[in-house]
T-cell receptor, first 115, second 113 residues
Framework: GAGVSQSPSNKVTEKGKDVELRCDPISGHTALYWYRQSLGQGLEFLIYFQGNSAPDKSGLPSDRFSAERTGGSVSTLTIQRTQQEDSAVYLC?????????????FGPGTRLTVL | AQSVTQPDIHITVSEGASLELRCNYSYGATPYLFWYVQSPGQGLQLLLKYFSGDTLVQGIKGFEAEFKRSQSSFNLRKPSVHWSDAAEYFCAVGLRGGNKLTFGTGTQLKVEL
């Protein structure tokens, strides 16, 4: 079946603009995760959804970052007033159940470049 | 603080040679342990995972990893590397009862023909 998809694959924006990144998880997966991968660093957890609610937002780096999930499916990560340090690859993952022991399936990522 | 360390940023091996990628973690209790591979332009793919039981776990693509509690390590191995194994490898841990994964900074593997 289809895997996790993300759009756009690449996004170039100017400093100060808002951006929206989209994630379509695998159908039937209840848990959804956003991670950020910066150059030379590992993946950094941003936020986790179980259904439409976000029990863990601890990784969001500032109040410029927000995310929502609707219908227990698609999720959107929004970055307001982008800064150059926001440049990174944003990865989305989904899993059938909640819990760190459940395999997370990753999308190809959105590469964000803030000029 | 909880952490995952992959001490080798880059590793180069010849095709056919053996491979070992190191991973150490710092957690209060034994977490769930994972190895993921990321090929250029692709998402992360799970190679193998350890939850409990046998400390030597087998994964896809001929990879295996050994959990050593005394060393807080979960090193990835492959007896004979293929050119297609060139990629970036990430060790990750998850707390039992938690949800998110904490990743190491990755090891970039280059395979010389």
């Amino acid at each position: 079946g289809a895997g996790v998809s993300q759009s756009p694959s690449n996004k170039v924006t100017e400093k100060g603009k808002d951006v929206e990144l989209r994630c379509d998880p695998i159908s039937g997966h209840t848990a959804l995760y956003w991670y950020r991968q910066s150059l030379g660093q590992g993946l950094e957890f941003l936020i986790y959804f179980q259904g439409n609610s976000a029990p863990d937002k601890s990784g969001l780096p500032s109040d410029r970052f927000s995310a929502e999930r609707t219908g227990g499916s698609v999720s959107t990560l929004t970055i307001q007033r982008t800064q150059q340090e926001d440049s990174a690859v944003y990865l989305c993952a989904s899993s059938f159940r909640q819990g760190a022991g459940d395999e997370q399936f990753f999308g190809p990522g959105t590469r964000l470049t803030v000029l | 603080a909880q952490s995952v360390t992959q001490p080798d940023i880059h590793i180069t091996v010849s095709e056919g040679a053996s491979l070992e990628l190191r991973c150490n973690y710092s957690y209060g209790a034994t977490p769930y342990l994972f190895w993921y591979v990321q090929s250029p332009g692709q998402g992360l793919q799970l190679l193998l995972k350890y939850f409990s039981g046998d400390t030597l776990v087998q994964g896809i693509k001929g990879f295996e990893a050994e959990f050593k509690r005394s060393q807080s390590s979960f090193n990835l191995r492959k007896p004979s590397v293929h050119w297609s194994d060139a990629a970036e490898y990430f060790c990750a841990v998850g707390l039992r009862g938690g949800n998110k994964l904490t990743f190491g900074t990755g090891t970039q593997l280059k395979v010389e023909l």
